[in-house]
């Protein structure tokens, strides 16, 4: 789960620029960077979300849709269709090689590292990121499905 502090070296910041649908980009993603990005709820304003944990290197990737019809996420980044927040460690190398694998899919226009002080509400983003996450955990929990009878 998100750390309550926005530490800059905890987080890694990369923004995506594409004409891709979400679902179509997080399965380029999966194919070209071996990785498992899985559809979540939305967040707040029909902003798709997407998570992978890659739990032998001990981070957390979250794939953000960064604009819908009814809101931008982070105003700075108008031009942005994706961030991908990546939390946990996360060398230099490590994020040169994820914007270069991420440029070289079809249809991508750019990726590039966004530096987390340049988003004037980062802090808010992640305590609400980490509201939405606790949210659907709890549901998932309570949710039984119901089991008919033939």
Do not use: W
Not at 21 to 46: A, E, P, V
Not at 62 to 70: A, G, V
């Amino acid at each position: 789960m998100l750390e309550s502090r926005a530490e800059a070296s905890f987080f890694t910041l990369a923004g995506v620029s594409c004409h891709l649908k979400d679902y179509r980009l997080s399965f380029l993603l999966n194919q070209n960077l071996h990785t498992g990005f899985r559809k979540m709820d939305d967040l707040t304003g029909n902003l798709s979300l997407y998570f992978y944990l890659d739990e032998e290197c001990r981070n957390s990737y979250y794939l953000i849709c960064n604009r819908s019809e009814e809101k931008v996420l982070f105003p700075e980044l108008k031009q942005t269709d994706f961030v991908m927040l990546v939390e946990g460690p996360f060398k230099k190398t490590q994020l040169d090689r994820l914007l270069k694998t991420i440029r070289a899919i079809p249809n991508v226009l750019t990726a590039f590292e966004i530096q987390v002080s340049s988003l004037k509400n980062f802090s808010g983003f992640l305590a609400d990121l980490e509201l939405h996450l606790m949210k659907i955990k709890i549901e998932s929990k309570t949710y039984k499905p119901t089991v008919t009878k033939k």
